[in-house]
């Protein structure tokens, strides 16, 4: 039998665009594929949800991959290493309390557990907006703009689609890009003390790890803050490459999306 290439381009056409047609209103979108964002992936979609994950860039994996100065293994403790051990990522004990594991490892089963249980993970797609919405005078985030990153990083004046979601993770890391942009363009308060972004402080490993889960929470009607970015919107620390934090957050942020979406039923 031959092979026709238009067979298969249609083939990744018709394929492509019912995947994406299936995420034109979703229960839960992603944006960014790093840690956290695949552990809230994969645990909300393994509940059932309908959950898409936006990312930027051609591969996924965010700052994981790359380990600590690209020597790429992660460090997790005992707490983190329990979101590792239920995808079946090997775990070394290095001393007491400290366990590693090779990142790339790490992160392609993280990324197979949420492609498995049936989120939809888009790369190279960039979200530049959020769709906002007033419900009894309080504003409230409905969904995402997205734009293809070639649009994007080629600086194309080409306009964006939407996606609608009933909750956003905001799980950009360090940039915490969509807060920003949420806030800079509405006349709007976050749930932080002073009602902005606080901002990230230095390295400090351990108050960093705590406060990660901590600051995981609703930050704004219908937007939840996960990994790196809830620390960064809190205004607590950095950590380093130790991603206990950044897995038990995602865990955390699918925990209380989860909550939410069962009460509404
Ligand atoms: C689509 C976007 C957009 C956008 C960004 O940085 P990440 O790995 O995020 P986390 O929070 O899961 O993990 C943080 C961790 O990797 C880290 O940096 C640590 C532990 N640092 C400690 C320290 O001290 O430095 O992933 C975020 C992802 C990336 O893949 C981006 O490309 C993607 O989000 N992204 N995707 N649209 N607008 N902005």
């Known amino acids: ?23 034109l209103q979703v229960d839960i979108a992603v944006v960014g594929a790093g840690p956290s964002g695949l552990t809230a992936a994969w645990h909300l979609s393994r509940q ?12 996924i994996g965010g700052g994981m991959w790359g380990g600590g100065m690209t020597w790429n293994t992660i460090v997790v403790q005992e707490e983190g290493k329990t ?9 070394i004990l290095f001393r007491d309390g400290y366990y590693t594991a090779d990142a790339i490892a790490a992160t392609t ?3 197979s557990k949420a492609c498995l249980s049936g989120a939809k993970v888009f790369n190279c797609i960039s979200v530049e907006d959020v769709l906002i919405r007033e419900d009894g005078g309080q504003k409230k985030v409905t969904g995402l703009v997205i734009n293809s990153s070639p649009v994007e990083i080629a600086g194309l004046h080409i306009d964006p689609v939407v996606i609608e979601s009933k909750y956003v ?5 360090h940039p ?18 002073s009602g902005g972004i606080e901002g990230e402080q230095s390295m400090w490993a351990e108050r960093a790890e705590r406060t990660t889960v901590e600051n995981t929470r609703e930050i704004f009607p219908g937007m939840y803050v996960s990994g790196m970015a809830a620390n960064a919107s809190f205004g607590s620390y950095r950590m380093g490459p130790i991603f206990g934090g950044m897995l038990l957050s995602g865990q955390k942020a699918a925990q209380l999306i989860d909550a939410r979406l069962r009460e509404e039923i």
């Open 1 to 23: 039998m031959g092979l026709e290439e238009v067979v298969i381009t249609e083939a990744i056409m018709d394929s492509y665009y019912e995947k994406f047609r299936s995420c």
């Open 48 to 59: 059932g949800w309908n959950v898409a994950v936006f990312e930027r860039k051609l591969s």
């Open 176 to 193: 915490l890009e969509v807060l920003h942009t949420l806030i800079r363009k509405n006349d709007v308060r976050l749930f932080t003390p």
């Open 83 to 91: 979101v590792l051990e239920e995808a079946g990522v090997p775990l």
């Open 169 to 173: 993770i905001e799980s950009t890391g």
């Open 109 to 111: 089963t993280l990324a």
